[in-house]
């Protein structure tokens, strides 16, 4: 038999129509388009303004998107992860109402959370569930509605966050392409440089967190930047010296779109040139979860099949880690 390994066969995409510009920033916070954009690479974020949609409705959008461009049967899909750090509630699965909703309804489905690192994490979820060939076709969703956790009197968190998905599926192959290795990594170092404080069972929901504000998310900018930086570049660069890679065998680079620095930092140490990083950080800024797969909708026409293609990211908890992948298909 031969040896089968996960491919994405298939890319999906969804942002808002709304756009908050630095422009529309400077008249709600102390800040300037020019500080923005200097130190993170954003111009501006997609926003749902509908208060009564979820990170679900943009998950839906995404997968449905998928589904029509690949003319393939819902009804195939095997299993629907979702990756979000904003479910649409506690306890009930995002998941399952996303897997329902878009009619693939012999699937199970969960949600899968390790902050800004939950996609990337989940390619590797989708990854060994082909390759344990109990199945076929495995839908993995990145969604996150951050202005939901978003203080916009925080200028420290306000500028950088936006709303979006993006959805792959993932099918098994068997002449070597897709999913080649991982370098996936976890620190709770980070636990108090990145969090929402109140709302889980450490500091459940009262009148106290709320009044006290305690249920957006908060950063420390400069130890998170400098974690990310750190440990972004050092999984990249290993997983290319684990696999004998060169920054010439290197055709994509496709990084957690967090802060442009960190980016280039990342770049830097892979040896890359620029025209192999792909960035849309400068549209939708940090869409958490939705990041590297909304890089794979917007770039997917540069794709060739047999390009290598190296992902990483950085998220709160810390999570960290980098994949190496090579594309299936050519763009129809």
């Known amino acids: 038999m031969s040896t089968i390994t996960a491919a994405i066969t ?71 992860l979702m990756a979000t750090a904003t479910a649409d509630m506690p306890v009930a699965a995002t998941g399952a109402h996303v897997a329902t909703s878009i009619g693939a309804t012999n699937a199970f489905a969960y949600d899968l959370q390790a902050a800004c690192s939950s996609f990337l994490f989940g390619m590797s979820t989708a990854a060994a569930y082909i390759q344990s060939g109990r199945y076929k076709k495995v839908l993995l969703i990145g969604a996150d509605k951050m202005s939901s956790i978003v203080d ?40 108090d440089f990145l969090k929402i404080p109140a709302g889980g069972s450490l500091l459940p929901t009262s009148i106290e967190t709320v009044n006290g504000n305690k249920h957006n998310i908060i950063q420390d900018g400069k130890t998170v930047f400098k974690y990310a930086v750190t440990n972004m570049a050092d999984a990249s660069e290993l997983i290319l010296k684990r696999n004998n890679l060169t920054n010439e065998d290197v055709n994509w680079l496709v990084p957690h779109q967090a ?65 190496y992948l090579t594309w299936a298909y050519d763009k129809k």
């Open 10 to 80: 298939a890319v999906g995409g969804y942002v808002p129509d709304f756009v908050l510009s630095n422009k529309e920033l400077e008249k709600m916070v102390d800040t300037n388009d020019e500080w923005i954009t200097t130190r993170t690479g954003i111009k501006e974020r997609r926003i749902l303004k509908d208060a009564d949609k979820g990170t679900s409705f943009l998950a839906i959008k995404a997968a449905q998107d998928l589904i029509t461009k690949s003319n393939i049967d819902p009804l195939e899909i095997d299993l629907v």
């Open 152 to 191: 916009y009197t925080d200028r420290a968190t306000c500028i950088i966050f936006g709303d979006g998905a993006g959805a792959v599926l993932f099918e098994p192959n068997y002449e070597g392409y897709g999913l080649r290795d991982e370098y996936l990594r976890s620190d709770s170092v980070g636990r």
């Open 259 to 323: 802060n442009k620095r960190i980016i280039d930092a990342t770049a830097h140490r892979m040896n890359l040139e620029d025209d192999k990083v792909l960035m849309n950080i400068e549209k939708y800024g940090n869409t958490t979860s939705a990041t590297l797969p909304l890089v794979l909708y917007d770039f997917e026409h540069l794709f060739k099949k047999g390009d290598t293609i190296i992902f990483a990211a950085f998220g709160g908890g810390f999570t960290w880690g980098s994949i």
